[in-house]
């Protein structure tokens, strides 16, 4: 069964930093395309960005709310992807979720629970 | 606000069928993959349909997909109480270089 599992959300105050963690299993984590994608009552669900596997080059990508304040990682060893997020302001409040796949080639097929992030004062 | 453009609700009684609309532009819908995303209240979103049409293993073939020009639409018949969901349109946008959603349908079965 596949199992994503998101850690690390919390409060921080505008301008902080926060790591957030999700931890795969039950698929071949090195393979997998890994998506970050926040949801807010107010805009919905929102990509955030992707790292592709090794295999395919290893390409990171980001929406350009976040470009250049948040990087993507992943330590294939530990079946985990990081989501690094500097400078936080208010409008990153929101649920993250780490989801598998591509939106074009496989939708993405297998969310985590989310971890909530709250950024306030 | 969302790049991709679905009734805020629908509504319909057991055993109908109920279609929800996603409207796009040529940079995402008129040029890309559509998928669809279920999310029970409470839960993550979960995959429907994915490549406009395609259902993955576990998903009841009562859900549907189709596309035409920069519109999709996802069809559920024989509507059941527990369909009663959030529904969540979305494509990759050329322009913006990433995928985007639609603001998403609240599905009430009355």
């Known amino acids: 069964e596949v199992q994503l599992a998101e850690s690390g959300g919390g409060l921080v105050k505008p301008g902080g930093s926060l790591r957030l963690s999700c931890a795969g299993s039950g698929f071949t984590f090195s393979n997998a395309w890994m998506n970050w994608v926040r949801q807010t009552p107010g805009k919905g669900l929102e990509w955030v960005g992707r790292?592709?596997?090794?295999?395919?080059?290893?390409?990171?990508d980001y929406a350009a709310p976040v470009k250049g304040r948040f990087t993507i990682s992943r330590d294939d060893s530990k079946n985990t992807v990081y989501l690094q997020m500097n400078s936080l302001k208010t409008e990153d409040t929101a649920l993250y979720y780490c989801?598998?796949?591509?939106?074009?080639?496989?939708?993405?097929?297998?969310w985590g629970q989310g971890t909530l992030v709250t950024v306030s004062s | 606000q969302s790049v991709l453009t679905q009734p805020p609700s629908a509504s319909g009684t057991p055993g109908q069928r109920v279609t929800i609309s996603c409207s796009g532009s040529s940079s995402n819908i008129g040029s890309n993959y559509v998928s669809w995303y279920q999310q029970l209240p409470g839960t993550a979103p979960k995959l429907l349909i994915y490549?406009?049409?395609q259902r993955p293993s576990g998903v009841p073939d009562r859900f549907s997909g189709s596309k035409s020009d920069t519109s999709a639409s996802l069809a559920i018949s024989g509507l059941r109480s527990e369909d009663e969901a959030d529904y969540y349109c979305?494509?990759?946008?050329?322009?913006?270089?990433?995928?985007?959603f639609g603001g998403g349908t609240k599905l009430t079965v009355l």
């Open positions: 989801t598998t796949g591509s939106i074009t080639i496989t939708g993405f097929d297998y």
């Open positions: 790292i592709k596997s090794k295999a395919d080059g290893g390409t990171i």
């Open positions: 490549r406009n049409n």
């Open positions: 979305a494509a990759w946008d050329d322009s913006l270089s990433g995928p985007v």
